[in-house]
């Protein structure tokens, strides 16, 4: 069984930077892809930004190109999203995801990533 641990979450204002982590547990063969998807107040969740765990392929929504970045570490099996010039829009439950994803599945399906952490809040002040 996979399991994802979220932290880093916050208050930060306008401008500001915030890093979350996502601590997987299980085996690896259940998540070769993971992802951090977001979820505002009455909004649908949405994809933010993904990694394949061998290789470090990368893919993110167009509305955080050029200001989040997603890493991993392999040796601490943890996920990271460093998040710069942070906007009130991108306020919202930030969540982690895992997967086993085909080659050319799409990253930014929710339904192709079984596993899910509980969440951590960002809040960006204008």
């Known amino acids: 069984q996979v399991q994802l641990v979220e932290s880093g979450g916050g208050l930060v204002q306008a401008g500001g930077s915030l890093r979350l982590s996502c601590a997987a547990s299980?085996?690896?063969?259940?998540?070769?892809?993971m992802a951090w998807f977001r979820q505002a107040p009455g909004k649908e969740r949405e994809f933010v930004a993904a990694?394949?765990?061998?290789?470090?392929?990368?893919s993110y929504a167009d509305s955080v190109k050029g200001r989040f970045t997603i890493s991993r570490d392999n040796a601490q099996n943890t996920m990271y999203l460093q998040m710069n010039s942070l906007k009130p829009e991108d306020t919202a439950v930030y969540y982690c995801?895992?997967?086993?994803?085909?080659?050319?599945?799409?990253?930014?399906?929710?339904?192709?990533?079984?596993?899910w952490g509980q969440g951590t809040q960002v809040t960006v002040s204008s």
């Open positions: 990694i394949r765990w061998s290789g470090g392929n990368t």
């Open positions: 995801a895992a997967g086993r994803l085909m080659e050319y599945a799409p990253f930014s399906s929710l339904s192709e990533y079984p596993y």
């Open positions: 299980g085996p690896t063969f259940f998540r070769n892809t």
